[in-house]
């Protein structure tokens, strides 16, 4: 699955920092299915808005960052280097 979260105002390293801790939150509190123990991994994408964007420019950034991090492997986060402006997308799958 997949989803995302606007963060409004927020510059790409403090994005970058929320999505560490979300990773390290995720991943440091297992799900407990059937009695079980399960070890939840998440990769992120990080995108920035660029002036003129519409809403599937910021989304396509971070989906695309997403990608990056899926494909260095499981619990990465990858950050789209374009724009540079104050609102960031987070991609989580």
């Keep these: 699955d997949e989803f995302a979260i ?3 105002g927020v510059e790409r390293h ?20 059937d ?10 994408g990080i995108g920035e808005y660029a002036a003129g964007d519409d ?8 989906d695309r960052a997403l990608y990056q991090a899926k494909l260095a492997g499981k619990n990465w986060i990858a950050v ?4 540079g402006s104050r609102t960031a997308a987070v991609t989580v799958a």
């Design 14 to 33: 403090q994005a970058r920092h929320l999505a560490e801790r979300l990773r390290g939150e995720i991943l440091a509190n297992p799900a407990v299915i």
């Design 55 to 62: 809403a599937n420019a910021l989304i396509g950034r971070a």
């Design 80 to 83: 789209d280097e374009g724009a």
């Design 35 to 44: 009695g079980a123990q399960v070890v939840v991994s998440v990769s992120l």
């Design 6 to 8: 606007l963060l409004p």
